[in-house]
Nanobody
Framework: QVQLVESGGGLVQAGGSLSVSCAAS????????MGWFRQAPGKEREFVAA????????YYADSAKGRFTISRDYAKNTVYLRMNRLKPEDTAVYYC??????????????????WGQGTQVTVSS
């Protein structure tokens, strides 16, 4: 079973940058797509970005386009999210997720089978 562990969250000033990472283990050869979601207090979990594991195709939420970059290191079984020009509204717990299945909607949380514990990202104003 795939296990995901996020790291790299923290406190950053608005306009700054932060990178979070997600290390996968436990049968990662089956991974097809990995994504980043976030959830702020009192709000629903929302899609941020996704990447196909083999091809490296990337997808972004409108809120992330032009500011965030998702990437993966295939050999290290690790996915990254580089966040630039951060805004207070980016404050949330960031979760990584993976799925071994093809064809799911990358922006839909139900498409993912495995989830990390989350890492807190706080953007101060």
């Amino acid at each position: 079973q795939v296990q995901l562990v996020e790291s790299g969250g923290g406190l950053v000033q608005a306009g700054g940058s932060l990178s979070v990472s997600c290390a996968a283990s436990g049968g990662t050869f089956s991974t097809r797509v990995m994504g980043w979601f976030r959830q702020a207090p009192g709000k629903e979990r929302e899609f941020v970005a996704a990447i196909s594991w083999s091809g490296g195709n990337t997808y972004y939420a409108d809120s992330a386009k032009g500011r965030f970059t998702i990437s993966r290191d295939y050999a290290k079984n690790t996915v990254y999210l580089r966040m630039n020009r951060l805004k207070p509204e980016d404050t949330a717990v960031y979760y990584c997720a993976s799925t071994p299945r093809y064809g799911g909607a990358y922006y839909y949380s139900r498409s993912y089978d495995y989830w990390g514990q989350g890492t807190q990202v706080t953007v101060s104003s």
